[in-house]
């Protein structure tokens, strides 16, 4: 049941996060832009935003050459299970009327979310490590296998067993 609600590919899941979509296509018909942004109105575009950062997050595919679903993406995949309540629930209030409120505890927790995303991009650009994606959560270094860098690349070899 936990599964349901809470996992990273469950359809509820899917269907929190088009709701929550809908909810903000709703809201940005709403907006009066001529007219000056009213303050909710500001928090919910930083919301929006917000939303869509985390989003582009999982869309992009960070380590091309190895599939998807390893290193960061995982969490990138998981950051979108909260963000899919918390969009779709607060908007769902927002439209109620209560706008101000909500939307900044919104904002607050969704802030957490992205800035965690954003430090793992930051240590994603910088990270000069030439281990594979996984080396040491996957248990390869306990696998008789010893990286060699070669050509700028790093493969797996298999250490030489010679008698003793």
Same mark, same amino acid.
């Given at each position: 049941? #936990?599964?349901?609600? $809470?996992?990273?590919?469950?359809?509820?899941?899917? $269907?929190?996060?088009?709701?929550?979509?809908?909810?903000?296509?709703?809201?940005?018909?709403?907006?009066?832009?001529?007219?000056?942004?009213?303050?909710?109105?500001?928090?919910?575009?930083?919301?929006?935003?917000?939303? #869509?950062?985390?989003?582009?997050? /999982?869309?992009?595919?960070?380590?091309?050459?190895?599939?998807?679903?390893?290193?960061?993406? +995982?969490?990138?995949?998981?950051?979108? +299970?909260?963000?899919?309540?918390?969009?779709?629930?607060? #908007?769902?209030?927002?439209?109620?009327?209560?706008?101000?409120?909500?939307?900044?505890?919104?904002?607050?927790?969704?802030?957490?979310?992205?800035? +965690?995303?954003?430090?793992?991009?930051?240590?994603?650009?910088? /990270?000069?490590?030439?281990?594979? +994606?996984?080396?040491?959560?996957?248990?390869?270094? #306990?696998?008789?296998?010893?990286?060699?860098?070669?050509?700028?690349?790093?493969?797996?070899?298999?250490?030489?067993?010679?008698?003793?």
């Amino acid at each position: 049941m #936990l599964r349901f609600f $809470f996992g990273r590919s469950s359809r509820f899941v899917g $269907f929190l996060e088009m709701a929550g979509l809908v909810q903000s296509l709703i809201l940005l018909q709403l907006i009066h832009w001529q007219e000056g942004l009213e303050l909710w109105e500001g928090f919910f575009l930083l919301l929006f935003a917000q939303y #869509l950062f985390i989003r582009v997050c /999982d869309l992009i595919a960070w380590y091309p050459r190895q599939g998807r679903g390893i290193g960061i993406e +995982v969490h990138f995949k998981k950051a979108l +299970v909260p963000t899919s309540y918390i969009l779709a629930l607060s #908007l769902f209030i927002v439209l109620a009327g209560f706008h101000l409120p909500i939307l900044i505890v919104a904002n607050l927790l969704t802030a957490v979310i992205a800035t +965690v995303n954003g430090i793992l991009i930051w240590f994603y650009f910088y /990270d000069k490590e030439e281990l594979p +994606v996984n080396y040491f959560s996957l248990n390869q270094h #306990l696998q008789k296998k010893e990286p060699v860098k070669e050509a700028g690349r790093i493969t797996e070899q298999r250490q030489s067993q010679s008698p003793a």
